[in-house]
């Protein structure tokens, strides 16, 4: 299955081996849904983290009571919910704010694939101050002589027919 990764480079802009680029996946986080708490507060995104602890203990509290078990529930359920499905966007906003540019999206089915796929667009730099050599066009070589040119039976730019 395709996901889309954002990658993201530093806020200093990249160093020369791209090691503090980052490829965030946008998609469903199983750990988030699974361990929402515990994911935020890993990603260092701490109010999130405090938020989704006290509504996950909120959901806890009300699913002991006999009435209200279908409401705890349904925080509880809701909570991981959102975690799973917004959390990558939370870290991505998060790091945004701290200075990181959103470098590209790219669409792959595994990280490395993602990584392979971002790094063979990107110039490397070969160490060497000169542009890299081009090959030398010769116009003259190829182009037409004076009244060969083809010009579907009308005048041409030299003046044959």
Do not use: C
């Amino acid at each position: 299955m395709t996901s889309s990764y954002l990658v993201l480079t530093a806020p200093g802009g990249t160093d020369a081996n791209h090691e503090k680029t980052r490829f965030v996946r946008d998609g469903f986080t199983v750990l988030g849904f699974l361990f929402p708490w515990i994911w935020l507060a890993f990603h260092r995104l701490w109010l999130y983290a405090i938020a989704a602890f006290l509504l996950q203990s909120l959901g806890g509290v009300l699913t002991n009571q006999a009435d209200l078990w279908p409401v705890g529930l349904a925080i509880t359920f809701g909570t991981s919910l959102l975690v799973a499905l917004e959390g990558q966007n939370l870290r991505i906003r998060d790091l945004v704010a701290k200075g990181w540019g959103e470098a590209d999206l790219v669409s792959a089915d595994s990280l490395s694939t993602a990584e392979e796929i971002y790094f063979s667009n990107v110039p490397t730099n070969t160490g060497d101050s000169r542009p890299a050599p081009s090959p030398q066009w010769d116009h003259t070589a190829h182009a037409p002589q004076d009244g060969n040119a083809t010009s579907l039976g009308l005048f041409g730019f030299d003046g044959g027919r």
